[in-house]
């Protein structure tokens, strides 16, 4: 039977605001129509929630997540059904809006799925400098015990939902520890998202003036970086080390106009990998959870 999880005082979102997608969003935006949702959060669900955790991954991986076995990766998660959190509004039949869990790379590192994964992030953390302990920690040379923490929420969704899975996750390693279960982690990684803007190809098609024309050579260096997940900003100030990488697989010129999300400007996603030690894990999902405290 599912169980519904107990959010401790202060860090419930049992109601909060969303924006309503399907409103009209033509004029100012201040008549922008708003929904009252009601969140629980629940044990992942194996005969539940592979469709809806593997819809969520495909967007965490974004372009490059045709490289991987999705189906592979959510049967790894769902494995481990007393690990980690989905976040649901109609109950426990519905499909997942967010989820969070981790993953032993170490433990799994024989199944082909985590394989590849593993050999993606390395080669990722190689691509950036910033990135250069992380690589040395995914080396097959080293045993390290890492914790590879995966979550995603739908886009409209708050991101006040994220303290109480990362809380509960941090009391679930506690118990899985106390079964001798394999969760003592020397690091964990958090494989994100972010993004930048960049000019719309359709705008470039009118002869209105652009300001993307200010800067030229230094545009790319210049370019500033925005969180998919908010609390990423917060977790990166408990890391060893942070940074972004460019997806393997290429988009098609104009695909960031798709993503425009009532803006002029449209964004073009990118990878990003946050690595925390064990020990500072703790402090970092305290920050979060005053971070995004609930005024």
Known sequence: MAKRKEIREGQSVESTRVRDQDSDDSDSGEDTNMLDVEFEWFDPQPDIDFHGLKTLLRQLLDVDNQIFDLSALTDLILEQPLLGSTVKVDGNETDPYAFLTVLNLHEHREKQVIKDLTTYLRQKSNSNPSLSQLSNLLSSSVSSQIG????????????????????????????????????????????????????????????????????????????????????????????????????????????????????????????????????????????????????
């Open 148 to 295: 590879l923490v995966l979550t995603e929420r739908l886009i409209n969704i708050p991101s006040e939902v994220a303290p109480p899975m990362y809380t509960m996750l941090l009391e679930e390693i506690t118990w899985a520890l106390e079964e001798k279960e394999p969760y003592t982690f020397s690091h964990y990684l958090i494989l994100s998202k972010t993004y930048v803007e960049v000019a719309s190809t359709l705008d470039q098609e009118d002869n209105r003036p652009h300001k993307k024309k200010k800067k030229e050579a230094g545009a790319k260096q210049d370019k500033e970086i925005f969180y998919f997940h908010p609390e990423d900003d917060v977790l990166e100030r408990h890391s060893i080390c942070h940074g972004g990488f460019e997806y393997s697989k290429q988009e098609g010129e104009g695909h960031s106009d798709s993503k425009r999300a009532f803006q002029e400007l449209g964004i073009k996603p990118q990878g990003h990998m946050i690595l925390i030690e064990g020990k500072e894990f703790e402090r970092a999902v305290k920050a979060v959870a005053e971070y995004l405290k609930l005024s």
